[in-house]
């Protein structure tokens, strides 16, 4: 019983920390948010390395951010796995590492994000992070729903 009440308050929690960042309250989405992603929820970790990341209701910190979006990439958070492989691409909360890069934006593109096919259609084009392959480049643009870019 006290099980499925903590269940019910985590859940409650999770939902008023969205609907507070959906909100640009930030401050109110960091303190419901970051309990929730110490905890391991992959969603509150998504949105808290995203506010990390970006100083949003809370002092910009890159090793936060990092943590968090790798955790929930690793859990399989689809749109974690495309913004950790940003971050290797960018250099930015983490070295710049275009392989890795490919890696996750191939997790993310496998769980259908346009915007990673799209990515790893230039990475193959340009032969950024792995051997530049026409074929491929097209392969992952005719994926991402483009004819060819």
Same mark, same amino acid.
């Given at each position: 019983?006290?099980?499925?009440?903590?269940?019910?308050?985590?859940?409650?929690?999770?939902?008023?920390?969205?609907?507070?960042?959906?909100a %640009?309250?930030?401050?109110? =989405?960091?303190?419901l948010?970051?309990?929730?992603?110490?905890?391991?929820?992959?969603?509150?970790?998504?949105?808290?390395a995203?506010?990390?990341?970006?100083?949003?209701?809370?002092?910009?910190?890159?090793?936060?951010?990092?943590k968090?979006? %790798?955790? =929930?990439?690793?859990?399989?958070h =689809?749109?974690?796995?495309?913004?950790?492989?940003?971050m290797?691409?960018?250099g930015?909360?983490?070295?710049?590492?275009?392989?890795k890069?490919?890696?996750?934006?191939?997790?993310?593109?496998?769980?259908?994000?346009?915007?990673?096919?799209?990515?790893?259609g230039?990475?193959?084009?340009?032969?950024?992070?792995?051997?530049?392959?026409?074929? %491929?480049?097209?392969?992952?643009?005719? %994926?991402?729903?483009?004819?060819?870019?």
């Open positions: 019983m006290a099980d499925d009440r903590e269940q019910q308050d985590r859940e409650m929690a999770l939902g008023s920390g969205i609907a507070a960042f959906e %640009k309250h930030f401050v109110q =989405a960091a303190e948010l970051e309990p929730l992603a110490e905890a391991g929820d992959p969603e509150a970790q998504y949105r808290v995203i506010m990390a990341q970006n100083g949003l209701g809370m002092v910009a910190n890159p090793l936060m951010a990092y968090y979006m %790798k955790a =929930a990439a690793e859990s399989g =689809a749109l974690a796995q495309h913004g950790l492989a940003f290797y691409l960018e930015e909360c983490a070295e710049k590492n275009p392989e890069a490919v890696h996750w934006f191939e997790r993310a593109a496998e769980q259908g994000l346009q915007g990673s096919m799209t990515t790893l230039m990475m193959y084009r340009e032969g950024n992070g792995v051997e530049a392959d026409p074929e %491929k480049a097209s392969e992952w643009f005719r %994926k991402a729903g483009f004819e060819e870019m």
